[in-house]
């Protein structure tokens, strides 16, 4: 008899709380947290880009690219100064939301201008902490 390949099952999913998702998969239930493009389920990190951000990511990389937190939070360290000269990917500032410290990376290369995030200092969403030129 020749094997037949299913489909996965597809995964139900309830958000119980902001950024916290409640996932059943195949009677397996997961919590998921979500911030932004990133989400850990199990102490696993993964990093999801949909075509709606990787759109914007091709938009931010003709001008100047603004660095903004997804949710509220604390500013816990920054990891480059005002003038600094950084790459696409790389460290910008680490944010503290929901109990999980997020790093904030550049989209594109260029210039860090108008650094306003500060260590120790909360920030709302969508509060723009730098500028990449």
Do not use: C, Y
């Amino acid at each position: 008899m020749k094997p037949v390949l299913l489909s996965p099952p597809k995964p139900e999913a309830i958000e119980v709380e902001p950024g916290v998702w409640s996932v059943l998969v195949d009677g397996a239930s997961f919590e998921l947290r979500v911030n932004g493009e990133q989400f850990d389920a199990r102490g696993l990190a993964f990093v999801v880009e949909t075509e709606e951000t990787a759109q914007a990511r091709q938009r931010a990389s003709r001008g100047p690219a603004k660095i903004a937190t997804t949710m509220p939070g604390k500013v816990i360290r920054l990891l480059v100064a005002d003038g600094d000269t950084v790459t696409a990917g790389q460290g910008i500032v680490v944010v503290e939301a929901m109990k999980m410290q997020n790093e904030i990376k550049s989209p594109k290369d260029g210039v860090v201008k108008g650094l306003k995030a500060q260590p120790g200092s909360t920030v709302t969403a969508g509060q723009t902490l730098a500028l990449i030129e």
